[in-house]
T-cell receptor, first 113, second 113 residues
Framework: GESVGLHLPTLSVQEGDNSIINCAYSNSASDYFIWYKQESGKGPQFIIDIRSNMDKRQGQRVTVLLNKTVKHLSLQIAATQPGDSAVYFCAENIGQGAQKLVFGQGTRLTINP | EAGVTQFPSHSVIEKGQTVTLRCDPISGHDNLYWYRRVMGKEIKFLLHFVKESKQDESGMPNNRFLAERTGGTYSTLKVQPAELEDSGVYFC???????????FGSGTRLTVV
């Protein structure tokens, strides 16, 4: 399953499938990007980050892709599990270091059994 | 290590009253940030402390909001007088240095009635 982030804020996928969450960022000068996961009643939890000098970074079951040409960021989650159900936010860093994050609208991912 | 702690977790107050939110960052983290999410919209930056100094308060919505971090440890965010549009979830985050490693608290859900 795939979402366009701001245009489709909800995404449902079957357990075990891969999911892709997309995000368009606004500032071409942003140098650091982060994906956060937020579960109900909790604060945003760091998933993975990427700096602007990279176009891909992989973690455990997650991959972030960065396309600076079109200012687009995506989060790929492989072999989704029920615990992946949450709202996912992309965030771009404005300024040097993690001083001020600008968050996207968020996408709600639901994993169906 | 203990995470970022916010108190209270929920607060319901009447319009015109005063509310003070508290954030205890991770011990040793010089950087402390306040963010908020209102009306299901995106999470927005309020301000950033480095130790006890306000590094950036460009996101503070108006002069009804006052943030302090006396002694460079915990921080408080006071809303006086509260208005209906202040309802939302207020998040605090901390980091040891610039660049990486925001850790968010679970947030304070503020409801102004």
């Amino acid at each position: 399953g795939e979402s366009v982030g701001l245009h489709l804020p909800t995404l449902s996928v079957q357990e075990g499938d891969n999911s892709i969450i997309n995000c368009a960022y606004s500032n071409s000068a942003s140098d650091y990007f982060i994906w956060y996961k937020q579960e109900s009643g909790k604060g945003p939890q760091f998933i993975i980050d990427i700096r602007s000098n990279m176009d891909k970074r992989q973690g455990q079951r997650v991959t972030v892709l960065l396309n600076k040409t079109v200012k687009h960021l995506s989060l790929q989650i492989a072999a989704t599990q029920p615990g992946d159900s949450a709202v996912y936010f992309c965030a771009e860093n404005i300024g040097q270091g993690a001083q001020k994050l600008v968050f996207g609208q968020g996408t709600r991912l639901t994993i169906n059994p | 290590e203990a995470g970022v702690t916010q108190f209270p977790s929920h607060s319901v107050i009447e319009k015109g009253q005063t509310v003070t939110l508290r954030c205890d960052p991770i011990s040793g983290h010089d950087n402390l940030y306040w963010y908020r999410r209102v009306m299901g919209k995106e999470i927005k930056f309020l301000l950033h402390f480095v130790k006890e100094s306000k590094q950036d308060e460009s996101g503070m919505p108006n002069n009804r909001f006052l943030a302090e971090r006396t002694g460079g440890t915990y921080s408080t965010l006071k809303v006086q007088p509260a208005e209906l549009e202040d309802s939302g979830v207020y998040f605090c985050a901390s980091s040891q240095g610039q660049g990486i490693g925001y850790t968010f608290g679970s947030g304070t859900r503020l409801t102004v009635v």
